[in-house]
């Protein structure tokens, strides 16, 4: 089974600072998925990426598959990108998700 | 479309009762997962199924724990009997393939948050 770490557990920022969290996994996988959960619960799909890089306004998320690393950076933060942001893995190409522990991530004004 | 619809969004139950949770994935989507999210463990996987059959159910907990996908719209996840340490929030997902038969995003419906007392 895939162990999925995510770092840091907690991480508050003042608005406009450039944010990055990580994820590493231990086991090959066909792609690395990153939520964001907000404070009411609900889980978005914010990328799918199973190599290179990817970028959404300003969200950029990157992974390394060599170094089964992958990184979500966050722009010009502001205080509604507060929430958790969770990593996940998937093994197969149809595979169930594999979960980090999540980052909670405040942004204050 | 209105997204994968949970029902109910929350459940107070006592312990020993059974428990009937429901989800409607999106319409034309081949992969539905049911997921378990509580503090201690996180999001879990429980079950997945493809085209309504089950494929991968190593993360139900216990035999009391059971799902169902009836139809390509429907699918209830069922505990009996419940117990306190079943609260947490469950979650639906489902997924559309690729044509390379690769499953893309998760969309998840809003969860069902699970109290048994």
């Known amino acids: 089974k895939n162990e999925v770490e995510q770092s840091p557990q907690n991480l508050t920022a003042q608005e406009g600072e450039f944010i990055t969290i990580n994820c590493s996994y231990s086991v090959g996988i066909s792609a690395l998925h990153w939520l964001q959960q907000h404070p009411g619960g609900g889980i978005v799909s914010l990328f799918m990426?199973?190599?290179g890089k990817k970028k959404h306004g300003r969200l950029i998320a990157t992974i390394n598959i060599q170094e089964k690393h992958s990184s979500l950076h966050i722009t010009a933060s502001h205080p509604r990108d507060s929430a958790v942001y969770i990593c996940a893995t998937q093994g197969g190409g149809a595979d169930g998700l594999t979960f980090g522990k999540g980052t909670h991530l405040i942004i204050q004004p | 479309d209105a997204g994968v619809i949970q029902s109910p969004r929350h459940e107070v139950t006592e312990m020993g009762q059974e428990v009937t949770l429901r989800c409607k994935p999106i319409s034309g989507h081949d992969y539905l997962f049911w997921y378990r999210q509580t503090m201690m463990r996180g999001l879990e996987l429980l079950i997945y199924f493809n085209n309504n059959v089950p494929i991968d159910d190593s993360g139900m907990p216990e035999d009391r724990f059971s799902a169902k996908m009836p139809n390509a719209s429907f699918s209830t996840l069922k505990i009996q009997p419940s117990e306190p340490r079943d609260s947490a929030v469950y979650f639906c997902?489902?997924?559309?393939?690729?044509?390379?038969?690769?499953?893309?995003?998760?969309?998840f419906g809003q969860g069902t948050r699970l109290t048994v007392v």
């Open positions: 990426l199973s190599s």
């Open positions: 997902a489902s997924s559309p393939l690729t044509l390379r038969r690769t499953i893309t995003e998760a969309f």
